[in-house]
């Protein structure tokens, strides 16, 4: 078992609780007699205000709920582990779990959609959270992250503000989890500092194929610091060893009905599979004399560093191995904070992440009911917790001692801060940076330009990336009423190029003005998602179209490749149960082609004359899917009308069998060649 040893796991074995052979009582440990009648005088007399299990009952039910988060409220989280490579970073940093290539630290992340509520759908057009708690010797350390590396806005003072606008409108709560509406907009048209989030915002990393294969960003500049106090500025990044790949926007659409839990799921099949996901941790590190070497600020979150200007130095290694028990217990209770720091990892003075680390620790309060959440099981560090803070609501621990300050005598002392102690190994101290200021709410000058990144961004995209981001601006300002926001924006893209805005414009129906700025032409292959690897089907899902006629003969050369490299293989059929010599696994009209990376037609005949499947057959193709026809497998493929283009395959070629031909056509991951998003230009 990939956890053994681990020392979080053994904490929370404390807590499990199993039910097998057990015999039902209430929550003071009292045997129940019957739990579906409750106590009444007489058999059709009124219930008694003594029935004290059924009060109990009722009462737990009817506080089951806890807030959900204001932001980033549905997620899904899972167990694993971290371990960085041989080569330490002692010269940048004292944080252990950093340093140490034989120390496996465990870490519970959480992947979130930002705008939603807990009870949305996971494929919305959306950031997507990626918080890391890492159980360090040291203390927990947190990463509270997203999947793209910068932020809409520059000072957390404006959160309040951005969430508003993006959250449902206040009259009628319309429109749920989507960006696609007036005031979201109206913020953006106000605020040209989100424009390069929005970008990225609109862009296909807004709509992952899974949280296994997207990247990760601490987005802020971090520090970090070493034996000597000499501080490197950082920037961390996640890269899944997947590659970073997306869904299509119509695709999206559709599986939000299909399977709103698609994400969750996919992330939970994999780790029970035992197919773990992984990410390696990337740093790009900035030496403190090189603060003002760029052409932005570095305390901007609304920036990035291109990677050709500071290259990631690959790090180390995070897998996820395991689930979750209890959804509420561990992935509802985690409480991220980014003021979660162990000693060799300090704060920027980036004015986003100076508020969140106010922000964190005051929303779980309320969240969690009171100060002692950093007790229940998820929480707790595994390194050890002594000091003089005491009760609140929900006080765990029984604290022995008969003093609760200090200085104290009559405890010797203890807890001793190490200034008494004189024991300063391992203990946490803030980095001593220089600070001399007046008191002023003003952002500096450095933080004024908002266009040249978003450019940089456009710049960086492949073809089809362009085309997906102008499809994107043109249904999202579709969906807004007010003409003049339509306008500002479009006013707004010119600045960042005019060929984006001429496009978005024509869609809607708008002038293009005058553009100011004229594009600067730098950009940045490690932005696009073209660049990412694209040679593994481990993990995709195949469709087996088959009927009652399929030969399992004919399709095992094919499906025993797709297996041996890790793809994972459904067959769909009129029918569940036995088909010809093969085991349906769900109905056909059970299922819906956007659930899967690619299709294999296994039919000689049957499933030509069916309608759902030619609709399935033609509804993948347009979503750039892989689609391979295994001998009498073609009919249908003709009965689907398709044409003979890329990532349709109907037989060997020279040298290549049909089985190679499509494992490469999936490895791809998408067709983009084929019109997916409709967009004429
Ligand atoms: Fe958050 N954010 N945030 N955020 N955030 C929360 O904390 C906040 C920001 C992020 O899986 C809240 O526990 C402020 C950036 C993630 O539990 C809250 C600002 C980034 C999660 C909060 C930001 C994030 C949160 C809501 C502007 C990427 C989910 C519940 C300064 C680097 C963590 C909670 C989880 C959650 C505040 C901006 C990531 C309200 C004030 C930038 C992944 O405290």
Known sequence: MANEGDEKQRQLDQYRISLENTRLTTDQGVRVDDTDNSLRAGERGPTLLEDFHFREKIMRFDHERIPER??????????????????????????????????????????????????????VRDARGFATKFYTRQGNYDLVGNNMPVFFIQDAVKFPDFVHSVKPEPHNEIPQAQSAHDTLWDFVQLQPESLHMMMWLMSDRAIPRSFRMMQGFGVHTFRLVNAQGRGTFVKFHWRPTLGTHSLVWDEVLRI??????????????????????????????????????????????????????????????????????????????????????????????????????????????????????????????????????????????????????????????????????????????????????????????????????????????????????????????GHVERRAIKEKVVAHLVQID?????????????????????????????????????????????????????????????REVLEGQGAICEVLAPHEGTVGTLTADRQLTAASSVLYDAVLLADGGALAASAHAVHFVREAFKHGKAICAVKDGRTLLDAAGLPSTEGVIGSDTAGETLAQRFVQAIAVHRHYGRDIDGVVA
Not at 92 to 108: E, K
Not at 519 to 541: E, M
């Open 498 to 558: 005019r060929e984006l805005a001429a496009q978005v414009a024509e869609g809607l129906g708008l002038r293009v003005p005058a553009a100011s700025v004229a594009n600067h032409g730098k950009y940045s292959p490690a932005l696009s998602q073209a660049n990412s690897p694209s040679d593994s089907i481990a993990t995709r899902k195949i469709a087996i179209l088959a009927s009652d006629a399929t030969e399992a003969g004919q399709l095992a050369p094919v």
């Open 70 to 123: 204001v932001v980033h409220a549905r997620g899904a989280g899972a167990y694993g582990r971290f371990q960085v490579y041989d080569g330490s970073l002692a010269e940048h940093t004292v944080a252990d779990f950093l340093c140490d290539p034989s120390l496996v630290t465990p870490v519970f992340v959480r992947f979130s959609t930002v705008a939603g509520s807990r009870g949305s759908a996971d494929t």
């Open 256 to 477: 939000q009905g299909n399977d709103p839990d698609f994400n969750r799921r996919d992330l939970w099949e994999a780790i029970e599979r035992g197919a773990y996901p992984e990410w390696e941790l990337g740093l790009q590190l900035v030496p403190e004399a090189d603060e003002h070497k760029f052409d932005f600020d570095l305390l901007d979150a609304t920036k990035l560093i291109p990677e050709e200007e500071v290259p990631l130095r690959m790090v180390g290694k995070l897998t996820l191995d395991r689930n979750p028990e209890n959804f509420f217990a561990e992935t509802e209770q985690v409480a991220f904070c980014t003021a979660n720091i162990v000693p060799g990892i300090d704060f920027s003075n980036d004015p986003l992440l100076q508020g969140r680390n106010f922000s964190y620790l005051d929303t779980q309060l309320i969240r969690l009911g009171g100060p002692n959440f950093p007790q229940i099981p998820i929480n707790r560090p595994v390194a050890p917790v002594h000091n003089d803070q005491r009760d609140g609501y929900h006080q765990h621990m029984i604290h022995q001692s008969h003093t609760s300050y200090s200085p104290n005598s009559i405890s010797g002392g203890c807890p001793m801060p190490a200034i008494m102690s004189g024991q300063w190994d391992g203990v946490f101290q803030h980095y001593q940076e220089r600070v001399d200021g007046k008191k002023i709410r003003k952002r500096s000058p450095s933080f004024a330009d908002h266009y040249s990144q978003a450019t940089l961004f456009w710049n960086s995209m492949s073809s089809w990336e362009k085309r997906h981001i102008v499809a994107a601006f043109r249904f999202e300002l």
